[in-house]
């Protein structure tokens, strides 16, 4: 997990506020890192299952229940790395 991944995660939690299902380049217009990071970075939480398509033929990602857990500290990173393919 990088800083890029966990700015992704706590910008579609958009803590105190409703959650937020957005594509990448949304999330890049919202965050200091760049489209390429951010349309790198996407597929890599979904691979690890802390986001999920909202829309698939869109690309448009929601943060997960496992992704919660995560910015939670209920979910150890270790955990993510073995589920690794």
């Known amino acids: 997990m990088t800083p890029v991944d966990r700015d992704i995660l706590e910008l579609l939690r958009n803590e105190g506020n409703g ?14 890192w760049g489209d390429q990071a951010v349309r790198e970075h996407t597929p890599l ?18 943060i997960s229940d496992r992704g919660r857990a995560w910015l939670r500290g209920d979910l150890p990173t270790e955990e993510l790395e073995e589920r690794e393919e």
Do not use: C, W
């Not at 691979?47 to 698939?56: I, Q, R, S």
């Open 45 to 62: 939480l979904r691979k690890h299952g802390l986001v999920e398509y909202v829309d698939e033929s869109r690309g448009v990602y929601q």
């Open 19 to 32: 959650e937020l299902r957005l594509t990448p380049g949304l999330i890049a217009e919202n965050l200091d």
